[in-house]
């Protein structure tokens, strides 16, 4: 709980928030005692809307009854097996089903986190190049303005530099150009454009070589920009892509 005027005193490491917030009189955190639905509670009995739906894993709301009664009755029957070393379980094999039959994709890895997912993903476009007899073509793009995780591995995809994490270029990384309608890149009105900006991001990509290109990393909805490119640049930048096997990877985490 937080005291007027004094700072909080916790065990708990918070992330992304300054390490002095609340040393003066202002207020330094919301504790949330309960949420319903899209409602969030703090301590004082205040109401909030969830509106990112505590960074994105509570898509369904809170207190959701039939949820909670699906996870107890799992962890009731077997609270975890890990699906690796020859390890399953009909619960993981129930999940990779369902899941290949909405995405339409034939195989499915279930990862602990967003950032995980696209560790193991970069790793998966590597080994498949070297798998097809280009070890070289390593290179791992993203766009700017684009955020895929907060891991060692992943916080450079975002050309964020500091000193706990790596330089983007030491992990092999690279950044092209985004679609951006709202301060258009190349100067041109959504309106009457012709999704010019992908021609942009395709020439520094033929600058950079193809060859040496494992994969391009996108968020086809960008969580931390709030940008909903149009569909016909997805389209033309996948087109080019499979035309120069090289693997899209769509970071869906939003």
């Known amino acids: 709980m937080d005291v007027p005027g004094k700072p909080r005193t916790t065990s708990l490491i918070y992330g992304w928030t300054k390490l002095d917030r609340g040393t003066g009189s202002e207020r330094a ?17 205040t109401e909030f809307i969830d509106a990112r739906s505590t960074v994105w894993n509570v898509s369904f709301g809170h207190s959701q009854s039939a949820i909670a ?7 009731g029957r077997l609270t975890g097996v890990p699906t690796i070393d ?12 369902r899941l290949a039959e909405l995405t339409g994709l034939p ?96 020439d520094q990509i033929e600058r950079i070589g193809p060859e040496r290109v494992a994969a391009v990393i996108i968020e086809p909805v960008q969580g931390s920009v709030g940008q909903d490119p149009p569909v016909e640049w997805f389209a033309r930048l996948a087109a080019y892509l499979a035309d120069k096997d090289i693997l899209l990877i769509a970071d869906e985490v939003a």
């Open 86 to 97: 020859g390890q399953a379980s009909d619960t993981a094999e129930r999940l990779a089903v």
């Open 107 to 202: 195989r499915v890895y279930l990862s602990l986190s967003g950032s995980s997912a696209n560790e193991v993903a970069i790793a998966m476009a590597r080994a498949y190049a070297a798998a097809k007899g280009s070890p070289g073509r390593a290179l791992i793009l993203s766009l700017d303005r684009g955020y895929h995780g907060q891991s060692i591995g992943t916080l450079p995809l975002a050309g964020i530099t500091n000193p706990s994490a790596p330089a983007p270029e030491d992990l092999g990384y690279g950044r092209i150009q985004n679609c951006y309608c709202y301060r258009c890149p190349v100067g041109r009105d959504r309106s009457t454009c012709k999704v010019e900006c992908i021609d942009h991001a395709v």
């Open 69 to 75: 009664e699906a996870v107890a009755s799992q962890m």
């Open 29 to 45: 955190f919301e504790d949330f005692v309960k949420g319903a639905a899209h409602i969030l509670t703090d301590s004082t009995g």
